[in-house]
């Protein structure tokens, strides 16, 4: 159980940082936030496309869901963040 935690939060980290290299412009977010992020953008993809697969073999598709789900997740903490620091 530990490890599972341990390597959610290891693949949520690689996830947002990958999110965060394919969105134009710089993202004032910190490294805790680009995990959180990352975490929920490897359970969406992880949710859309099922179940781990039995074979070692990498689940691309799972990959590109999870970095765009992330992607998605930082652009709207982002404007929501600039927003109310504007008001």
Request: hydrophobic letters at 55%; aromatic letters at 10%.
């Amino acid at each position: 159980m530990v490890l599972e935690i341990i390597g959610t939060i290891i693949f949520g980290a690689v996830i947002g940082m990958l999110a965060r290299l394919v969105l134009p412009g710089k993202q004032n977010i910190g490294t805790l936030v680009t995990i959180v992020l990352g975490v929920l953008g490897a359970l969406v993809g992880y949710f859309i496309w099922g179940a781990p697969k039995d074979d070692s073999s990498i689940d691309w598709l799972r990959w590109f869901t999870s970095i765009i789900a992330a992607a998605i997740f930082v652009t709207v903490y982002s404007a929501m963040r600039n927003r109310s620091s504007n008001v």
